[in-house]
């Protein structure tokens, strides 16, 4: 058997023990020889060094216990602290990516009980509650099927808007009043108007202005006039040679149309009097929808305090259609939100403080406007009574508080409380992780709650 000998071992109080190949692949160790301590194999000599010792068939030398030991332990603790860091680390920084907050906040407010009537005025000089005019026209066609043919004999029919650039009284026409266009053609106003006098805006003198229809004196196509035809302004004849007759005049607002002396298309008056009721309550459903959406923000618009009217234009046969025509016109009554909101607070609220609020309306309250004329739109004041019920709300600047908190130790909440405490009741927060005791650096990740006005 082939021999191998191991010189020069040095031993540190180490146990060997010698293995077999062999032995190590079967999974058995049988074959294990402890060879014991230092002094074991030189207990007579007084070097540190073992005897030469000669060992068969031994293919590996394992070595056990002592320093390497402890080595192995020092590693795997030190392995450990760097994870732990590692994870604490990665903690961190996942709770900065995925950190939100929410801020619950609960205004200042109070419940009132309106029954009252207020003078609103469109002046703004005027003391008291103002309100603002919102006025919007819309016309729109809509063709119906012909029954057949028929010869007529109309007149044309449009709008003129007069103006007195005379005085600063007023001037009366009365119905069938005549005007004169530049072609000589004459036309006569439908109604009885009052022309207002000269006013002095901004030190600007302005005439006086009001519109009306307009018929043509005559049959015929002859009389049809179109805005972009303009050749000139109407006079007044009635006026002819007085001052008043350069100073008194019209100009074409509307298109003058339906003058016609032939054969037309032929549609039953039934059958035109449903269209025109359909046509107009497209054209008011469409308008009330425009007037919400065109709204300034910054202004409340009631229910039902809007006005829809209708002008049935004239028909139009002369294409292959029959079409008939109709203009109506919304003027929706609108208040300035903040001033609104705080002369109801200043009527209602004993010891009101001045501060900017809200009112949050409810569904049950009624806003009834009334004037002195069938037409309140063209009035300068009305009366305008609240019934129901209405919270009023302290406004804060919802920017101003995300800015304070941003980044901030939670603590911060305390500060943000006292600094608005004129409008604030309380404030509640919440941050996610639990862990966290500060609000996230980006503001997307912040929410704030309204407790009162439910947003």
């Not at 407010?109 to 207020?118: F, G, M, Q």
């Not at 609220?349 to 004037?371: A, M, Q, Y």
């Not at 406004?395 to 409008?423: C, W």
Request: one cysteine or more; proline letters at 2%.
């Amino acid at each position: 058997m082939l021999k191998k000998t191991i010189q020069d071992i040095y031993i540190v109080k180490k146990s060997i023990r010698m293995v077999k190949k062999s032995d190590i692949k079967d999974g058995f160790f049988n074959n294990i020889k402890n060879l014991g301590t230092e002094n074991d194999y030189d207990k007579d000599s007084n070097n540190k060094h073992a005897k030469e010792v000669e060992i068969d068939s031994v293919d590996e030398v394992i070595y056990e216990g002592g320093e390497d030991k402890n080595i192995t332990k020092n590693t795997l603790i030190f392995l450990w602290i760097i994870c732990i860091v590692a994870v604490a680390i990665l903690l961190f920084v996942l709770s900065s990516m995925f950190s939100t907050s929410i801020i619950t906040i609960t205004p200042k407010n109070k419940s009132v009980v309106l029954n009252d009537s207020y003078d609103i005025f469109t002046d703004k000089l005027a003391t008291g509650l103002h309100y603002q005019v919102m006025t919007i026209k819309k016309d729109l066609s809509q063709s119906l099927t012909i029954d057949g043919e028929e010869h007529v004999e109309r007149k044309a029919i449009g709008k003129v808007v007069l103006y007195n650039n005379f005085g600063t009284a007023s001037q009366r026409l009365i119905i069938n009043t005549r005007l004169e266009n530049k072609d000589g053609l004459i036309y006569k106003i439908s109604k009885s108007v009052e022309i207002p006098g000269i006013k002095t805006i901004s030190g600007v003198k302005t005439p006086g202005s009001i519109e009306v229809e307009i018929v043509a004196d005559d049959v015929g196509d002859k009389y049809n006039m179109k805005l972009e035809d303009l050749k000139g302004d109407f006079s007044i004849v009635g006026f002819k040679g007085t001052p008043k007759y350069k100073l008194f005049y019209g100009r074409l607002s509307a298109d003058a149309v339906g003058g016609i002396v032939g054969n037309v298309k032929k549609v039953s008056e039934d059958k035109i009097t449903v269209g025109r009721e359909e046509l107009k309550n497209t054209i008011k459903i469409d308008l009330v929808k425009e007037v919400y959406s065109k709204k300034p923000e910054s202004y409340v618009l009631f229910n039902n305090n809007y006005y829809t009217h209708c002008l049935d234009l004239p028909d139009d046969s002369s294409s292959s259609e029959y079409k008939i025509n109709e203009e109506c016109t919304i003027n929706a009554i609108i208040f300035d939100k903040d001033e609104l909101s705080s002369y109801i607070a200043k009527n209602k609220i004993k010891d009101f403080d001045d501060s900017k609020v809200d009112l949050l309306w409810n569904d049950n309250t009624v806003v009834t406007l009334t004037g002195t004329t069938e037409k309140p739109w063209n009035e300068t004041s009305l009366k305008a009574k609240f019934v129901g019920p209405v919270i009023v709300v302290w406004t804060y600047d919802i920017n101003d508080i995300l800015s304070s908190v941003i980044g901030q130790n939670k603590s911060i909440i305390a500060t943000v409380l006292e600094n608005n405490k004129k409008s604030l009741l309380e404030i509640q927060t919440s941050i996610k992780p639990i862990w966290r005791n500060t609000f996230p650096d980006n503001s997307k990740k912040i929410k704030i709650i309204d407790t009162v006005r439910g947003m």
